[in-house]
């Protein structure tokens, strides 16, 4: 069974930066990704990267968050900076060694999430 375990949120004040870190086990995933979420609203993906390296971001944070994933020590990582009240949210990884359907911050369907990690920014 695979385990995603994050860490890293925080509270920071807007144009601040934190770091999200995920560790996984159990599987040899093909996609990795964050996706956020606040109550009451709809979860919406922020960044994803597939086994070759290829990232994708939402237009939201493009420019502001770097994704990126160590391997050897299966952990995900999410830097972000320039942050913003907007960013304010559960921040959450997800994983799946499925290819489908793609690799990108849209997708939606990941077999694992981890349970969470909250990043508030206040102004």
């Known amino acids: 069974q695979a385990q995603l375990v994050e860490s890293g949120g925080g509270s920071v004040q807007a144009g601040g930066s934190l770091g999200l870190s995920c560790v996984a086990s159990?599987?040899?995933?093909?996609?990795m990704a964050w996706f956020r979420q606040v109550p009451g609203q709809m979860r919406e993906g922020v960044a994803a990267?597939?086994?070759?390296?290829?990232?994708n971001y939402a237009d939201s944070v493009k420019g502001r968050f770097t994704i990126s994933w160590d391997k050897d020590k299966n952990t995900l990582h999410l830097q972000m900076n320039d942050l913003k009240t907007d960013d304010t949210a559960m921040y959450h990884c997800a994983a799946d060694w499925s290819i489908n359907p793609g690799c990108t911050a849209a997708r939606d369907t990941f077999k694992y999430r981890g349970q969470g990690t909250q990043v508030t920014v206040s102004s």
């Open positions: 990267i597939n086994s070759a390296g290829r990232t």
């Open positions: 159990g599987y040899a995933f093909y996609c």
